[in-house]
């Protein structure tokens, strides 16, 4: 092989890796994880915060089963559910995106994004698109993609979530032409965080965009991501006590080409030394800074989780909600999936809060 050959392989699989797609797709352009504008940034910054906190079960990390990027948008394609319970999971999508004025006199924020419009159902109802109310030179868009199997379109989801927020006394803002008053005071509020996250944001949307990272190179059966003014904190569970799934994703992250421009500054970990003992519920921490010596851009947690081999609630969830066959076996021991599986044999259920009693 070629080194040019080797190197659009390698180019490809990073591709593939980052956005979810099968390689067969194909690469369409000339960086698997393009830089996006300014404003696009901000959105997209935005977009994973508002997404990556549920604690709720999805078949996908924050529920994005794949993406498709480029300089100037961005579209995600969604899970159907989250939780056991079946959720919709588009619509918690809109109801952690979409801004709303809260009830007069409740002294609430602004749920959403401020100044997040949807411009409109295509694609028959599959795609549902998003913009952001800015002057001219801030344009910036998101397309959020339903799954073929979901038997509703957006318009129904959309038309629910409405009658949700009007029910308890929100007042829908997604369709406002300009930016309403008490988003304007909401974004006034807080001016000195407003102008400190252009790093930030550059950092989150670029986590965004390889969102499927965290599902195609690693194990975790759950991650939650979240902005605290100073870094973006990465906190991940495995089902496995001693395992490479961050010595992975870390290396696509720092990747020399296609990664985040960051390294490994500080590295607290021992699970994969000879001498470790086996143990579980550790946590094994890494901190990530800009190569020009800027603060913690990064700070990724991996906890080995203390259920043991009882992750009965956990396979039971991910199943139900359609997480992929191939990835439940890497997210999983074998042990695990068996003791869940005689469990269910003998006709043992329980809500994830209680304790087994069989």
Known sequence: ?????????????????????????????????????????????????????????????????????????????????????RYSFPEHCLSRLLPAAPAPGSGDDVPGIPGLRVSGVKARGRQLHLHMVKGPGQAATLVLALPNGLAEDWADIEGRHRHWCEHNGLRPLWTAPELDPVEADFLQAYPSLERGRTRQDAVGSALLRRIALFHTVTAFYRVQCWDDGDSWKIDARTAHPRAPWHDQLLQRL?????????????????????????????????????????????????????????????????????????????????????????????????????????
């Open 254 to 358: 720092c990747h020399p080409r296609w990664g985040l421009p960051v390294h490994v500054a500080h590295r607290f970990c021992h699970c994969a030394a000879p001498d470790t003992p086996y143990q579980w519920n550790h946590t094994c921490a890494f901190y990530l800074e800009g190569h020009t010596g800027t603060d913690d851009s990064i700070y990724l947690r991996v906890h080995a989780s203390p259920e043991g081999r009882d992750y009965d609630w956990q396979i039971a969830t991910l199943r139900q909600v359609g997480a992929p066959a191939g990835w439940m076996s890497r997210a999983f021991p074998q042990e695990a999936v068996q003791h869940h599986d005689q469990h269910q044999g003998a006709g043992c259920s329980r809500p994830p809060s209680l304790t087994p009693t069989c």
């Open 1 to 85: 092989m070629s080194s040019r050959s080797s190197w659009e392989s390698r180019k490809l699989r990073y591709w593939a890796e980052c956005s979810g797609h099968s390689r067969r797709t194909g690469l369409r352009t000339s960086h698997p994880a393009p830089t996006a504008s300014p404003a696009q940034t901000r959105l997209e910054s935005r977009v994973l915060a508002q997404l990556g906190t549920s604690p709720s079960l999805c078949a996908h990390p924050f529920g994005i089963a794949s993406l498709t990027s480029s300089g100037t948008s961005l579209t995600l394609h969604l899970d159907a559910y989250l939780d056991q319970e």
